[in-house]
């Protein structure tokens, strides 16, 4: 399906794109929370993704690239505002029960984690992105993803007061 992409399908484009579209709009919504923004990096992507499929060679797998492409639209958007990655604002109003508190206890610690933490918590859990195609996407190795992963479960282990 990719070489009738690469030879101007657009139908072919439209299938293969809405395999992953679902997955790469929530990744962005984990990086920006204005829809209207949301949606204008994504249509930015989608644009880039056609743009350059010629340039695709298989050195990675295609959601790997595409997550590159997506990724990078979304540094440009905060670039193009002067503005710094936000931490994820977790606080919402609720009517306090057990769950509710429960989850509120786990977004706090979420939030308390750095970026680079959180992002690649959404890229294993939400994107369902592999190690491997984790340390493709962000440039390092696998044993540093698995290495930061441990490191993030004590962080929260110890946050949450959880016990083994």
Not at 30 to 40: E, H, I, P, S
Not at 123 to 146: D, M, R, W
Request: proline share 1%; charged share 30%.
């Amino acid at each position: 399906m990719i070489e009738r992409v690469k030879k101007g399908d657009r139908d072919s484009f439209e299938q293969l794109i809405n395999q992953y579209s679902k997955n790469l709009c929530n990744y962005i919504k984990f990086r920006v929370k204005n829809d209207a923004d949301v949606n204008d990096i994504l249509q930015d992507a989608m644009l880039s993704i056609w743009q350059s499929i010629a340039t695709y060679e298989y050195g990675s797998s295609f959601k790997t690239w595409i997550f590159s492409i997506t990724r990078r639209r979304i540094a440009d958007f905060y670039r193009s505002r002067h503005d710094v990655l936000p931490l994820a604002d977790y606080e919402e109003s609720f009517e306090i029960n057990d769950e509710i508190e429960e989850r509120i206890d786990i977004d706090r610690a979420l939030s308390r984690l750095s970026d680079k933490d959180n992002e690649l918590l959404h890229l294993i859990f939400q994107a369902q992105l592999s190690y491997h195609e984790i340390s493709e996407l962000i440039g390092i190795p696998v044993g540093t993803i698995k290495s930061r992963m441990s490191g993030i479960k004590a962080k929260l282990k110890k946050m949450l007061s959880w016990e083994e």
